[in-house]
């Protein structure tokens, strides 16, 4: 069985389930699609932020371990050559508990990335119930965008916002970083904004979304009472939320709309 094999048993497939089943709770209490991925975004963010946390503390612990043993390392590999440059650098990584190994903890959010990515593009790439359904400026969220014409050339706008989101955030977050790990970021942004240039807009609203949430939560790292700044934006959405229900949610059922009331009300408490 091959590697992609295992990834889709083992973690695309369970993914790509839960995937669907928060768009069809999604789908019943806001009734649009369009609404229904926002609602995806923010659940799968919310429950996957134990995991990211994690995966930035393992990043930072190794980007503190290179700096503290990277000066003595170039200077090792400067200085020795051959296999007695080998024994002084193993002899040096066994002083200091470091593996060579341990370096991979500085791409764990970028691998912990991948099978995520993959169930939201295998799920939002085939959803049928996109087809011809427009939301807000985008005409058709099963197909991109197109939302930008310089003469008769189409230009899709969102994959454009997607990757300015995510190069802002990236600035944010490597302030102090290496370079290694500045180029893996801005090279995985330059990744996205080409492999999902011609994606269906649905799609690239979601890793959209996604993008804005992360930089959210990079924001949080870089200032200070971070859980009042939390609080004033889950007060912003609660209020969206509110507000929406009453005056904007087109539904015959009123227990859908007194159940997004009551989430914008949730929303509210920790202010």
Known sequence: MSFLAVLESIFIGPLKLLFEIIFKVSMNLAGHPGIAIIFLSLIMNILVLPLYRRADSMQEEARITEEKLGKYISHIKK???????????????????YKPTDALNGSVSLLLEIPFFMAAYQFLSNLDILSGVSFGPIKNLAESDGLLLVGDLSINLLPILMTAVNVVS??????????KTKIQLYGMAAFFLVFLYNSPSALVFYWTLNN???????????????KKILSILLLIMGVFFVVFSLFFYKTPSEENRLIVTLIGLALMVPI
């Open 170 to 179: 990236s600035a944010i977050y490597l302030k102090g970083f290496p370079l």
């Open 212 to 226: 804005v949430f992360s930089l959210i939560k990079t924001i949080f790292y870089k200032i200070k009472n971070p």
């Open 79 to 97: 200085s020795f050559s051959g296999d007695e440059r080998m024994m002084i650098l193993q002899a040096y990584y066994r002083q200091n508990n």
